[in-house]
């Protein structure tokens, strides 16, 4: 993974303890306009009573991911609505989601995520809105 200070401020944030996503083993590994990178360290925490990878932790990446897309312009933004396509049963060490847009608004964004265990195989597909807000002050 590349050092904080080399991924977008961003990330810097939500790679932090404390936060949500890095308590439940969520790291944002690349933001850059248009894209953004994201894994989900799968550990016990992470499993649903079948022994897969339990989709509020699938939803958590993915909204992480999206997010972080979205603000990749500069703006702080919210979760407005999402939605999201469980393909097949995650599971491994290691999910990764990548999240590009499919529309950046001045109110809200649409952003396309898909989700994808260590074996390369697509496992769920989804798409968030967020709703944009001012710029991070610098």
């Given at each position: 993974m590349e050092p904080l200070?080399?991924?977008?401020?961003?990330?810097?944030?939500?790679?932090?303890?404390?936060?949500?996503s890095y308590e439940n083993g969520i790291y944002v590994t690349k933001?850059?306009?248009?894209?953004?990178?994201g894994v989900l360290e799968?550990?016990?925490?992470s499993i649903n009573p079948h022994g897969m990878v339990h989709g509020g932790a699938l939803a958590t990446l993915a909204d992480t991911?999206?997010?972080?897309?979205?603000?990749?312009?500069g703006r702080r933004c919210v979760t407005a609505g999402s939605s999201m396509?469980?393909?097949r049963p995650a599971s491994g060490k290691r999910?990764?989601?990548?999240?590009?847009?499919?529309?950046e608004g001045r109110t809200l964004s649409v952003i396309?995520?898909?989700?994808?265990?260590?074996?390369?195989?697509?496992?769920?597909?989804?798409?968030?809105?967020?709703?944009m807000m001012e710029k991070v002050p610098k």
């Open positions: 200070e080399k991924i977008e401020p961003i990330a810097s944030v939500v790679n932090q303890p404390h936060q949500f933001v850059e306009p248009g894209r953004a990178e799968v550990g016990p925490d991911v999206g997010g972080s897309c979205a603000c990749a312009t396509e469980f393909l999910i990764t989601c990548i999240a590009t847009p499919k529309k396309q995520v898909e989700l994808y265990n260590d074996q390369g195989k697509l496992v769920v597909t989804g798409t968030f809105t967020f709703f």
